[in-house]
């Protein structure tokens, strides 16, 4: 079952994986208000509403760049008439102390959509540079990097657009995109094969089943019980080369839970088609960017 892992085409557009701008525009619309209550008290009494400034969107450390279309949608929101330039868009490289973006209009506006748009920014990007370390010690294994549904709620979609950007690929967005039985399904079906069974009986033909096996007794048996996909449930890679042994190409095999930096790569080599890291969108530090004066007048 290996081979699953292919080269991405170098033209690819993430950005058509992001909400349609009217649902991201309701979103911008509750994070400003989350954010600024009734009034940014601080700018209108400090800045001359007459006052303009251009702004650099500076990388403190080095990147993988994501959420930068995010941004700049929130500063055209809260400010219709500024000017935002991007210079090193989503899935780009960039280095400490490069420029992002340039972005410029009027300064009160901008600097009350400032926290909004980097906070978006830092965190997006922050997944992205996590899941390309992720990505670069799986490469050349054989297995795909996939995501999880581990990310904070209201931040989903964007959450995996960035897991996307980094070099992974998207596992279940929501629950109605597939079947995953987990220990408590088993417990209350009563077995494996009853889950299965029962799964086989009632979802479409084209939606993939998928168990999670903590031993190898219960690989085994969710293999022959006609499983499309298996997931090794926090097993060592010695574990999981003999479940890909025991299922024999009869299904698609992922390797979950205990995958660290340290782990990952003996994992990947294990044999197994799918590997899957919940801390790339669950916990990944928000990158260093921050929004510098270039001319303000």
């Known amino acids: 079952m290996r081979g699953k892992a ?12 992001l909400p349609p701008k009217e649902e991201l ?17 601080t700018t209108e009494f400090l800045i001359p509403a007459d006052a303009k400034a251009r702004f650099l ?10 959420g930068i279309d995010v941004a700049a949608e929130v500063f055209h929101y809260h400010v219709p008439s500024c000017e935002f330039e991007i210079l090193i868009h989503d899935g780009m490289r960039a280095k400490k102390g490069a420029a992002l973006a340039r972005v410029t209009g009027p300064a009160r506006g901008l600097l009350t959509a400032e ?38 709620p209201g931040y989903r979609i964007l959450s995996k657009y960035a897991a996307c950007v980094g070099g992974a690929r998207n596992d279940r967005i929501r629950l109605d995109d597939g079947i995953l039985v987990k220990d408590n399904h088993i417990a209350v079906c009563g077995s494996i094969a009853a889950a299965v069974a029962r799964a086989k009986a009632l979802t479409p033909s084209l939606t993939k089943i998928e168990v999670e096996c903590d031993t190898l007794d219960q690989v085994r048996e969710a293999a022959e019980a006609g499983a499309d996909v298996i997931l ?26 205990g995958i660290t930096m340290d782990t990952i790569r003996a994992k990947a080599e294990s044999g197994v088609d799918y590997i899957s890291v919940g801390r790339m969108t669950q916990s990944a530090p928000a990158a260093d960017i921050g929004l510098d004066v270039s001319i303000a007048t």
């Open 115 to 152: 926290r909004t748009a980097l906070n978006l920014l830092q965190l997006l990007t922050g997944i992205a540079t996590l899941t390309a370390t992720y990505a670069d010690k799986v490469k050349g294994t054989g297995a795909t990097l996939i995501d999880t549904r581990k990310t904070i």
């Open 6 to 17: 292919h080269a991405r085409p170098d033209d690819l557009d993430f950005r058509s994986m």
């Open 57 to 66: 969107i500076n990388t403190r450390h080095d990147i993988v760049v994501c």
């Open 25 to 41: 525009h309701r979103m911008i619309d509750g994070w400003l208000k989350e954010d600024i209550g009734r009034l940014d008290i």
């Open 232 to 257: 090794f449930d926090n097993m060592d890679a010695d574990t999981m080369r003999e479940g890909v042994r025991i299922v024999a190409g009869r299904c698609e095999t992922e390797a979950s839970g």
